[in-house]
């Protein structure tokens, strides 16, 4: 039961870690997506810009979403981590509560 919980801990914790990952990208290609926007303003094609600015914001969307998930992931983990310290320290008072009968 340890071992398995650990391991699902683990996996929890790299699944939001790369999820972490997934979001700082998003937000950098965001960025991009803006500064191309700002280009094609500047010289003045706005039908350019208006494709960069739709994908600065689908970027934006992703990375939000990214976020939202690693929270879910986090809070999982959290819980998870927490159930297993609580069955932990029942188990341990069910051993000393036995030892004394």
Do not use: P
Not at 73 to 99: K, P
């Amino acid at each position: 039961l340890k071992r398995r919980m650990e391991e699902q801990l683990f996996q929890l914790k790299l699944t939001s870690r790369m999820l972490r990952r997934e979001q700082y990208r998003a937000e950098k290609r965001e960025r991009a997506e803006r500064g191309r926007c700002a280009q094609a303003l500047k010289r003045g094609d706005i039908e350019r810009a208006r494709v960069h600015a739709e994908a600065a914001l689908r970027w934006r969307a992703q990375a939000l979403q990214m976020l939202r998930v690693q929270s879910k992931a986090c809070e999982c983990a959290v819980n998870r981590c927490c159930w297993f310290v609580f069955a932990i320290l029942a188990f341990r008072f069910y051993m000393q509560t036995v030892a004394l009968l």
